[in-house]
């Protein structure tokens, strides 16, 4: 383990970039198991990965004993001391006001320093966001940016992808145009789809149905296919959202947020009942030993901590926020998702099409004004 603590105050950021090598900031304060979490998380990640190095923010006499105990991140750790913590009951705009000591506001600055390829953090969400938008700054075309989660769905890939999932609970209809726009580039990269499929989610699929934003968001994104590269098939509902019949769900950061903890709460009801009821007697027991393959399988397929990480997109930056109640295997998933983005240079790809649209939509609107 090295530490970037006596060289942060001597003035100035250490260089923690080696060449060939990732290097991921963790915030190893944030999330609800405390920074032990965190830094297994890491150790397992470290086992997969070893071109991959960490900055790990936080106190250091918490750390350094923790660290210590992993073999796996010997001479793979930086740590950076941060004195201060954000918690989930902080205002996001406490923060950016009084957070500058903070692990977050470290993890989040080591990023925007090049020190860091990737940023992960389990901590509060909207503080996250709103310390990533202060020292990244939104990419060129983003006026909210968005949060993406994968969502295990019937598809050829297995997941499909919706934003926003909580970044902003508003959107007009050229936020929603940059929604499918990040979403499908996101996507695209992560499993191969050359031309995902879009739904825009909806109260129902018939043409007429909807708020005035949604109906002009139909529009746009319809008009745009070929700028960002993705197949247009209407709106969809609810229903759908695990269906093999889209790729990239848009909507607003409302309804997504609700859809996403809906989703969460009824697995765990559902994985609830079925352990209840292979313990409801003799026979089910057995039951229950002769499919312990099948339902091991099942287990691993619906486990979201496989899926752990929701991407903010539209930001000069990579942030990886994994699951507030995320143990070593969802933080190491986080991050592994993390190391992935790093390597793809996506974003570079994104900011392209997202003037292309940003022009082009203002240029279709009368007068000049924003369509």
């Given amino acids: 383990m090295t530490s970037a603590a006596d060289h942060q105050q001597a003035g100035g950021p250490a260089d923690t970039r080696v060449p060939g090598r990732i290097v991921i900031s963790v915030d190893a304060m944030g999330g609800d198991r405390g920074p032990e979490a965190v830094v297994a998380g890491c150790a397992l990640l470290a086992r997969e990965h070893p071109q991959v190095d960490f900055l790990l923010h936080g106190k250091s006499a918490e750390l350094e004993p923790l660290i210590a105990r992993q073999s796996d991140l010997a001479g793979r750790c930086t740590l950076v001391h941060a004195e201060a913590a954000v918690t989930m009951d902080d205002k996001p705009s406490h923060v950016m006001r009084h957070g500058k000591d903070t692990s977050m506001w470290s993890t989040i600055g080591a990023l925007?320093?090049?020190?860091?390829?990737?940023?992960?953090?389990?901590?509060?969400?909207?503080?996250?966001?709103?310390?990533?938008?202060?020292?990244?700054?939104?990419?060129?075309?983003?006026?909210?940016?968005?949060?993406?989660?994968?969502?295990?769905?019937?598809?050829?890939?297995?997941?499909?992808?919706?934003?926003?999932?909580?970044?902003?609970?508003?959107?007009?209809?050229?936020?929603?145009?940059?929604?499918?726009?990040?979403?499908?580039?996101?996507?695209?990269?992560?499993?191969?789809?050359?031309?995902?499929?879009?739904?825009?989610?909806?109260?129902?699929?018939?043409?007429?149905?909807?708020?005035?934003?949604?109906?002009?968001?139909?529009?746009?994104?319809?008009?745009?296919?070929?700028?960002?590269?993705?197949?247009?098939?209407?709106?969809?509902e609810g229903s759908d959202i695990p269906s093999a019949r889209?790729?990239?769900?848009?909507?607003?950061?409302?309804?997504?947020?609700?859809?996403?903890?809906?989703?969460?709460?009824?697995?765990?009801?559902?994985?609830?009942?079925?352990?209840?009821?292979?313990?409801?007697?003799?026979?089910?027991?057995?039951?229950?030993?002769?499919?312990?393959?099948?339902?091991?399988?099942?287990?691993?397929?619906?486990?979201?901590?496989?899926?752990?990480?929701?991407?903010?997109?539209?930001?000069?930056?990579?942030?990886?926020?994994?699951?507030?109640?995320?143990?070593?295997?969802?933080?190491?998933?986080?991050?592994?998702?993390?190391?992935k983005l790093a390597q793809s240079g996506y974003r570079g790809r994104m900011a392209e099409r997202l003037v292309i649209a940003a022009q082009s939509a203002q240029d279709a609107a009368p007068n000049g004004e924003t369509a």
Avoid at 207 to 221: N, S, T, V, Y
Avoid at 247 to 272: P, Y
């Fill in 112 to 236: 925007k320093d090049g020190r860091a390829q990737a940023a992960v953090s389990c901590g509060n969400t909207g503080a996250l966001m709103a310390v990533s938008m202060l020292q990244l700054r939104r990419m060129e075309g983003v006026n909210r940016p968005a949060i993406a989660c994968l969502w295990p769905s019937r598809g050829r890939h297995g997941f499909n992808t919706m934003l926003d999932v909580g970044a902003d609970i508003k959107a007009e209809a050229e936020d929603l145009l940059a929604y499918a726009i990040m979403g499908t580039t996101y996507f695209r990269n992560d499993f191969g789809e050359p031309r995902p499929r879009v739904g825009l989610l909806n109260v129902g699929t018939e043409d007429h149905k909807g708020r005035a934003e949604i109906k002009a968001a139909h529009d746009l994104i319809a008009r745009h296919q070929d700028t960002g590269r993705y197949e247009y098939i209407g709106f969809v």
């Fill in 246 to 339: 889209v790729d990239v769900i848009v909507t607003d950061g409302f309804t997504g947020n609700i859809a996403l903890k809906t989703g969460e709460g009824t697995a765990k009801l559902i994985a609830d009942l079925l352990r209840g009821a292979l313990k409801s007697g003799a026979l089910a027991l057995v039951g229950a030993l002769l499919a312990r393959g099948a339902l091991r399988r099942f287990a691993q397929r619906v486990d979201p901590r496989r899926a752990n990480g929701g991407v903010f997109l539209g930001l000069n930056g990579t942030v990886v926020k994994s699951h507030g109640a995320s143990d070593a295997t969802g933080v190491a998933a986080a991050i592994r998702l993390a190391v």
